[in-house]
């Protein structure tokens, strides 16, 4: 990794590791075809953002995919959606930070965790049946 690589990235965790507030940011859902700027900031599905261009995958939990519904058919996608507002509602109306690993998942995304007034995400969306613990949780949105 060259330096000013990893110089970005250390000021990309100082940046978002401070609390935000709602009123920061006003979260919506990507819209379909929306072009990859320097400045996208949206929810992509419960467990994927961009913010300020970045596209972040979240750790330790998985939702259900808002386009392919790779295995739940209607089912995936109403759950999918579901995720995916959640998190935009979480996002407008409680404190959150969001700290950044370091490391790149598939896709080129960075991966991160998302603290809602201290909880991970994760957990929240897992106890209200919206995703489930990754890499060992089943899919169960399949059956």
Request: with cysteine.
């Given at each position: 990794?060259?330096?000013?690589?990893?110089?970005s990235?250390?000021?990309?965790?100082?940046?978002?590791?401070?609390?935000?507030?709602?009123?920061?940011?006003?979260?919506?859902k990507?819209?379909?075809?929306?072009?990859?700027t320097s400045?996208?900031?949206?929810?992509?599905?419960?467990?994927?953002?961009?913010?300020?261009?970045?596209?972040?995958?979240?750790?330790?939990?998985?939702?259900?995919e808002?386009?392919?519904?790779?295995?739940?058919?209607?089912r995936?996608?109403v759950?999918?959606?579901?995720a995916?507002?959640?998190?935009?509602?979480l996002?407008?109306?409680?404190?959150?930070?969001?700290?950044?690993?370091?490391?790149?998942?598939s896709?080129?995304?960075?991966?991160?965790?998302?603290?809602?007034?201290?909880i991970?995400?994760?957990?929240?969306?897992?106890?209200e049946?919206?995703?489930?613990?990754?890499?060992?949780?089943?899919?169960?949105w399949?059956?």
């Amino acid at each position: 990794m060259n330096a000013i690589l990893l110089i970005s990235l250390i000021a990309m965790v100082v940046t978002f590791a401070s609390p935000a507030t709602a009123r920061d940011i006003n979260w919506e859902k990507c819209r379909p075809g929306q072009p990859n700027t320097s400045d996208k900031t949206c929810v992509v599905d419960g467990d994927t953002i961009w913010i300020e261009g970045i596209n972040v995958r979240m750790e330790g939990y998985d939702t259900p995919e808002p386009q392919s519904q790779i295995c739940g058919g209607e089912r995936e996608k109403v759950l999918a959606d579901q995720a995916s507002d959640r998190l935009v509602e979480l996002l407008n109306t409680r404190s959150w930070e969001l700290a950044l690993s370091g490391e790149q998942g598939s896709y080129g995304r960075e991966i991160g965790t998302i603290l809602i007034e201290g909880i991970d995400v994760g957990e929240i969306l897992v106890a209200e049946g919206l995703a489930r613990w990754w890499p060992d949780g089943e899919e169960w949105w399949c059956n």
